[in-house]
């Protein structure tokens, strides 16, 4: 079973996609997807769209966030695949984290930071 899911990253300048993921770090583009404004303000504390591009190379993935602002701080964070996400978020919570919860049908997802500002995605696997 694998714990890391991804990283995802804040990209402010486009060319470095084919400059340096794809053609330096080997990377090839796997989808694209947005964050609307109102998801983005909830998690990362952005209210605007993001636009994400995800890459994978050797079953690694990283999700890069398009930002217009080189000092935009916040969309940085490690996700990590959990079997018991109730069972973090609580203790998390109750430890005193920040921590914010998103149901969605296919999973439960879930973001937690620690008191230094790092960020982690827990994301809910399904049992096989």
Not at 13 to 23: E, G, L, R, T, W
Not at 70 to 78: E, T, V, Y
Request: glycine content about 4%; proline content about 3%; charged content about 30%.
């Amino acid at each position: 079973m694998e714990i890391l899911n991804h990283i995802a990253l804040p990209l402010a300048f486009q060319s470095d996609i084919q400059d340096f993921y794809k053609n330096i770090l080997g990377f090839t583009e796997k989808y694209r997807f947005e964050i609307d404004p109102e998801t983005a303000e909830t998690i990362f504390r952005i209210r605007k769209p993001i636009r994400v591009e995800v890459f994978e190379r050797c079953d690694f993935r990283i999700e890069l966030y398009h930002v217009e602002d080189m000092q935009m701080q916040g969309i940085n964070h490690i996700c990590l695949n959990e079997m018991d996400i109730d069972g973090v978020c609580q203790r998390a919570g109750a430890a005193g984290y920040h921590v914010v919860r998103i149901d969605r049908l296919a999973a439960k997802l879930a973001f937690i930071t620690d008191k230094t500002g790092n960020r982690f995605e827990i994301k809910q696997m399904i049992q096989p």
